[in-house]
């Protein structure tokens, strides 16, 4: 692991304060796991757009220009 200083304003310090002091753990702690899981959100993002990508598509217009909201809508009773 390696250390690292950061710059934040009043007010994000006292809130990672507040938060690490109500969950038991140490600032550096707190925003080590915050790093780790927003990479892991990004990672799992991309992971999911890629799978969406790469799959065969049912659906197709075959150049035929899908149908309107207004015009499949059908009013109801």
């Known amino acids: 692991m390696k250390n690292v200083t950061i710059t934040v304003d009043d007010a994000a310090l006292e ?3 507040i938060e690490a002091a109500r969950r038991n753990t140490s600032v550096s702690r707190l925003v080590g796991e915050m790093i780790a899981e927003k990479m892991a959100r990004t990672d ?9 990508m790469s799959k065969d598509r049912l659906w197709s ?4 220009s899908y149908p309107s909201r207004s015009t499949s809508a059908k009013a109801k009773p």
């Open 44 to 52: 799992a993002y991309a992971r999911a757009t890629r799978d969406w």
């Open 61 to 64: 217009s075959n150049g035929a």
């Open 15 to 17: 809130w990672v304060r």
